[in-house]
């Protein structure tokens, strides 16, 4: 027979969710503020001006290929770390976080390159 959750649970519950869904927001409007500068930077870094259209259609591509990407390889990371506890989304946190890591250095070294 199932027992009714005790109020002190349904409070951290509660308290938990609310923290995640403030993370969440201010990763959004983090996100939200930068995208418009690195769109008009990717369009003005053009060396013609003409191939500026080219370029605002390749930021909407590389955005759908990465997430799809993303997607994909978050799936492989859960599914390998079937084990039903709390493995895979750490497994899944660390994974992102080091090719966080790998893309911050690409993009500083792809920067001072030019």
Sequence with gaps: MLTPPDLESIDR??????R????LF???AGIGMAWPHLAAWAMGS?????????????????????????AGLAGI???LTDRGDTAAPRWLFAVFAVLAVVACVA???ASRAG
């Design 107 to 109: 993009s500083y070294r």
């Design 26 to 28: 201010v990763t959004g």
């Design 20 to 23: 995640v869904r403030s993370i």
């Design 77 to 79: 990371v859960v599914n």
């Design 46 to 70: 053009v060396d013609d001006p003409e191939e500026g259209g080219t370029a605002a259609a390749a930021i909407n591509t590389v955005q759908l290929i990465c997430g799809a990407f993303g």
């Design 13 to 18: 519950i509660v308290d938990h969710l609310a």
